[in-house]
């Protein structure tokens, strides 16, 4: 385990590094999430093995600090990640995030255009969202005040939805974290996510469940440059669902005129 001090309080990021060649490959967890239980499977397959791997907690979640006084909006994430990485001496990264943590790449990316050599987006979020009372993920939390959510039964509501898979790694994270990354991340950024990847000038590849496609927008990012696959027999969490076509998304994607099927 490894940590950089990413804050002018001192709080720490954390990951887990696997030894390997250069350039890195770098894991994000989403939202509620930590890397090394949604990446390390894949980090080890034969096909993606053999590079260094950093496999990354952002703020709030999982073996980093939980600091209340951290904005967690996407872009604050985005400068700590950054810092992180640039304190572990990476350059050119190819990034590889899920949910939330896509959305924090890509405006890492944005922000730091020498950091990273190449983005692939696991069912990320590109569009600002509605909060929504009673609703899964982000739009649920954020629907909450952050009062409501500490004190007045939130979390506790959110624990109920979210299921024992995700809550293994969510009651991990912060509260205050937890609800102040959801609040933003359903915000957006400004320019928007999906705005920032379409004017990125690097290799970048969107993951969607086969099932949800046609992921909304898709003509605009293939014509861009953006590969769009679809995974099958997946559901949001591509990587634990179906590890295989996961990897070949991966290795094997390039620019399409249309969605590729792994």
Known sequence: MY???????????????????EPARVYVHGLGASSGPYFTGVAVHPLLAGRRALLVDLLGHGISDRPEGFGYTLEAHADALAAALDSAGVTGAEVVAHSMGGSVAVVMASRYPGLVSRLVLVDANLDPLRPERGAG??????????????????????????????????????????????????????????????????????????????????????????????????????????????????????????????
């Not at 001192?10 to 696997?18: F, S, T």
């Not at 590969?227 to 994607?253: K, Q, W, Y």
């Open 3 to 21: 940590s950089a001090v990413v804050t002018p309080a001192g709080d720490r990021i954390r990951w887990v590094e696997l030894p390997g060649e």
């Open 137 to 262: 993920g982000s739009r649920g939390i954020a629907a909450y005040s952050e009062a409501e959510f500490l004190r007045g039964g939130g979390w506790e509501e959110t624990r109920v939805r979210a299921g024992g898979h995700w809550w293994a790694t969510m009651r991990l994270a912060g509260r205050v974290a937890l609800h102040r990354s959801a609040v933003h991340l359903v915000a957006g950024s400004v320019p928007t996510m999906r705005e920032q990847l379409l004017k990125l000038d690097i290799p970048r590849t969107f993951l969607l469940p086969a099932d949800d496609a046609p992921l909304p927008g898709a003509g605009e990012l293939t014509a861009a440059g953006v590969s769009v696959v679809a995974v099958p027999d997946c559901g949001h969490n591509i990587m634990l669902d179906n590890p295989e076509g996961f990897v070949r998304a991966i290795t094997e994607t390039r620019p399409v005129a249309e969605p590729e099927v792994c």
